[in-house]
């Protein structure tokens, strides 16, 4: 089992991937969009006279910012593969800094399409290195068996990580389905990825969980919340197929939130039961011409009776 553990090397890549792919989103968005409210209101604050890719962290960031920042660099070497006047790739850069497949994987990439695909598929590329790296890969296996969060969980993820979930599109390759298409928006092939981060509703869950991005694997209470949600994202898309409520992905957080703090309440009263540490008395002769006097009672209720037990030893015992 810690073999196949240790394997699980494409989990890395995957997860953080995806949530870069998310942040990277956001980033995309600030640098293309200029008409969106929440570009307005961060471009306001903190890059009112120049680009997305130029802006500073500056002082006293909010949290949203910090995280976006975080993806800057990616949005910046983006930005600067694509010749914004005529909307496409600038082919000439991409063969340059690319091995050949990368490129022309990057430059099948329609400009059109949205940014998240774009994100996901450029921020693989980019963090492809990351994911050849053993010990890291090791570590993060490690960090998500020990996580504060139930089994099946830590289950849930290393399926997830190792596109072992029944999914649409996992399904449609093994030609179990022929349509692959999402059932809860209908708009793409429901995938490992879109399930648990690229459809509406996981969108919806993850900015209500404030959990959007996880740069470092540290905190642990974070990374359980984390995965715990995408455990109930997948959880509540099974509920559905067997005819259970449509959760929104706010419900589905408050509900991930909940389970998870019973999860560690009855840890924690099962970690704070009266422990009974046993010590080895052994008993101690007193000086000569000393006595030790032990003495002990006891009442018994149900015979109505008490006793009284007196030990009188000397040096000799
Ligand atoms: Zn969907």
């Known amino acids: 089992m810690c073999e196949l553990k240790a394997c699980g090397g ?3 890549k995957n997860l953080k991937q995806f949530n870069l792919a998310l942040l990277t989103k956001q980033g995309w968005g600030l640098q293309t969009d200029q008409n969106s409210l929440i570009n307005k209101v961060l471009k306001a604050k903190y890059f009112p006279s120049y680009d997305f890719v130029e802006a500073k962290i500056g002082c006293n960031p909010s949290y949203t910012w910090r ?3 975080a993806v800057q660099h990616v949005v910046k070497e983006v930005s600067e593969l694509i010749d914004s006047s005529s909307t496409s790739w600038k082919a000439s850069v991409i063969d340059i800094l690319f091995l050949s497949h990368e490129a022309k994987m990057i430059k099948s990439i329609p400009l059109s399409s949205s940014a998240y695909s774009l994100a996901v598929s450029l921020s693989h590329t980019i963090d492809r290195g990351a994911s050849l790296d053993v010990g890291l890969v090791r570590r993060f296996w490690k960090k998500i068996w020990s996580l504060p969060v139930p089994h099946k969980t830590r289950h849930f993820v290393w399926r997830a990580c190792r596109e072992a979930l029944p ?5 449609a390759q093994r030609k179990v389905v022929l349509d692959d298409t999402c059932e809860a928006c209908g708009l793409m092939a429901e995938s ?3 399930v648990l981060w690229g459809c509406v509703k996981a969108q919806e869950a993850w900015s209500c969980s404030k959990l959007m991005v996880i740069i470092d694997w540290v905190d642990e209470e974070k990374v359980a919340r984390m995965v715990t949600i995408a455990w109930a994202l997948w959880f509540n898309r099974n509920e559905i197929r067997l005819g259970g409520a449509r959760k929104t992905g706010k419900d589905v957080v408050r509900w991930a ?7 560690w309440a009855a840890n924690e009263s099962e ?3 009266p422990v009974v540490l046993e010590r080895s008395v052994s008993w101690i ?3 000569t011409n000393w ?3 032990h003495v002990d009672g006891g009442v018994f209720a149900s015979q109505k009776a008490a006793g009284l037990g007196v030990i009188i030893r000397d040096d000799r015992g």
């Open 10 to 12: 494409m989990g890395f």
């Open 67 to 69: 995280s976006i920042m």
């Open 167 to 171: 999914t649409k599109t996992n399904l």
């Open 192 to 194: 490992t990825g879109h």
């Open 257 to 263: 939130t909940h389970y998870l703090e019973e999860y």
């Open 271 to 273: 970690l704070s039961a």
């Open 285 to 287: 002769p007193p000086r």
């Open 291 to 293: 006595f030790k006097i």
